[in-house]
């Protein structure tokens, strides 16, 4: 997305209990992340979106004005849009429309770099390009030529289908068999406990796991460094040792298709012995973005996990502010080193009463 320049759009329904600024501000740090550039924004107040066009017609307009002036390359669009919406809004703007769920694929697909990764992302577009196709069912275009290759009368989205469905089953296919040679390999873990780093995205987790295991994970200050899985192992104590295992972070609204498509690696989280359940104690937004990882890990049948809950980059707090932290929170700073012999006797008590 590197020459993208992006008009973003979303509707602000004034939800008292779901402010729409941290879902933006965040929306705008993921379009960053994926390397385009943000041209404008517009933000239309409605009691509920428009279910021809998402926005009013008056606003599609608009945008489309917006889009021209500002040399927007694409739209991109912060509210759930259905397929009949998204039609209807290319017919106003002529450019491609990009949402949340997309705009993360696209992200995750930059950054996979295990074959288990780039199977696992290239799943989850197909999955969401489905699903969007399946609302098309009113503007087939009917192909000519490339006969012998298709029935008669066969349309174009039902060749587009076709193909997706075998590729889908080609890549799960494979993704089985990637698993089943990691599993083998994972068969040797042995007897040590362990440890799992789960968080929302940019808390901090790999920053942790160097931390803890003296170990050089990919650190950055930006969305979804990380999406392969790294085990490490770390001291905890005299004669104690534990893996730890960094993972891909949570944000709230994981696109459906993205967790079908991880399920597999998230749900290795169910042999962690414990769970280090990471927050950023220095952004503001941290618990909506807690709950939602909370509700992922619901999701996963994790609720009653055994965890320690970990504020980190405490090094950024006041101390007033700190002594809010919750009580129950073990309060760290990976930056700092602050907190990280606590965090360790902790695992150490922890997984010695398994
Ligand atoms: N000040 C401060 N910054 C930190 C601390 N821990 C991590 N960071 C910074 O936060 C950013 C994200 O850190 P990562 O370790 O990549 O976070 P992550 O949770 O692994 O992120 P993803 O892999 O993207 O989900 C980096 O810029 C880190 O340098 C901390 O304790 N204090
Ligand atoms: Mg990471």
Do not use: C
Request: no cysteine; aromatic share 4%.
């Amino acid at each position: 997305m590197s020459e993208t320049r992006a008009l973003v759009v979303a509707v602000d329904l004034d939800l008292p209990k779901r402010p729409l600024e941290p879902e933006l501000e965040e929306f705008l740090a993921l379009i960053e992340a994926a390397g385009a550039e943000v041209a404008g924004v517009v933000v239309q107040h409605r009691a509920a979106v428009d279910p021809a066009t998402l926005v009013g017609a008056g606003k599609a307009r608009e945008l489309a004005e917006a889009a021209e002036r500002d040399g927007a390359t694409a739209l991109f669009v912060l509210n759930d849009i259905r397929p009949r919406q998204r039609t209807n809004l290319e017919k106003v703007i002529p450019l491609p429309i990009i949402d949340r769920t997309m705009l993360i694929l696209d992200i995750f697909a930059q950054r996979a770099r295990s074959r288990e990764g780039k199977l696992q992302v290239e799943l989850a577009q197909l999955r969401h390009r489905a699903a969007n196709l399946a609302g098309l069912g009113t503007v087939l275009s009917r192909l000519g030529g490339g006969v012998g290759t298709r029935g008669p009368g066969e349309t174009k989205l039902e060749v587009d289908r076709r193909r997706i469905r075998t590729r889908i089953s080609a890549l799960e296919k494979d993704l089985e068999q990637v698993r089943r040679h990691r599993r083998t390999q994972r068969a040797g873990r042995g007897g040590e406990p362990l440890a799992a780093l789960v968080g929302y995205t940019n808390v901090g987790k790999s920053s942790l796991l160097n931390r803890l295991a003296r170990a050089e994970s990919f650190v950055a200050d930006q969305p979804f460094a990380t999406l392969d899985t790294t085990l490490r192992r770390t001291y905890l104590a005299p004669g104690k040792a534990a893996l730890v295992a960094d993972t891909v972070g949570f944000i709230t609204d994981l696109p459906k298709e993205l967790v079908a498509a991880f399920r597999a690696t998230l749900e290795e989280l169910n042999e962690a012995d414990v769970l280090l359940e990471v927050f950023d104690a220095s952004n503001p937004d941290w618990p909506r973005q807690e709950a939602g990882v909370r509700e992922i890990l619901a999701d996963l049948g994790l609720a009653g996990a055994p965890r320690i809950r970990v504020a980190n980059k405490i090094d950024r707090l006041e101390p007033a502010a700190r002594a809010l932290l919750p009580a129950d929170a073990v309060a760290v700073s990976a930056v700092s080193g602050e907190g990280i012999e606590a965090l360790r006797a902790l695992m150490a008590q922890r997984l010695g009463q398994r």
